[in-house]
């Protein structure tokens, strides 16, 4: 059983910056890839970005690319999301997730732990 528990969420004004973290307790964390999705009500789960178990690839969706920021810290037991110029549509909850096999992965459905969200919120 893997625990998650993100912070950092909050009200930013466009243009402006946010670090989100996700906090794992449980098992093993640096044995697994992490991923950030995002959600607004009515709209499906959305990925964000991931990172494989060493940190040694990340991936991104393409409306994220070049603002934001995806890391862990295996010591700390931590990832982060550092997001950079914030737009109205990235208003969202924010989730963390974990997936078992190591390997990033863009599908929701390849993640066996979520965290249960911050909300993040940039007005225009």
């Known amino acids: 059983q893997v625990h998650l528990v993100e912070s950092g969420g909050g009200l930013v004004q466009t243009g402006g910056s946010l670090r989100l973290s996700c906090a794992a307790s449980?098992?093993?964390?640096?044995?697994?890839?992490v991923a950030w999705f995002r959600q607004v009500p009515g709209k499906e789960r959305e990925f964000v970005a991931a990172?494989?178990?060493?940190?040694?690839?990340?991936d991104y969706a393409d409306s994220v690319k070049g603002r934001f920021t995806i890391s862990r810290d295996n010591i700390k037991n931590t990832a982060y999301l550092q997001m950079n110029s914030l737009k109205p549509e990235d208003t969202a909850v924010y989730y963390c997730?974990?997936?078992?096999?190591?390997?990033?992965?863009?599908?929701?459905?390849?993640?066996?732990?979520w965290g249960q969200g911050t909300q993040v919120t940039v007005s225009s």
């Open positions: 990172i494989a178990w060493r940190g040694s690839s990340t």
């Open positions: 997730s974990v997936a078992l096999w190591g390997g990033t992965s863009s599908s929701a459905n390849t993640y066996d732990y």
């Open positions: 449980g098992r093993t964390f640096s044995n697994y890839a």
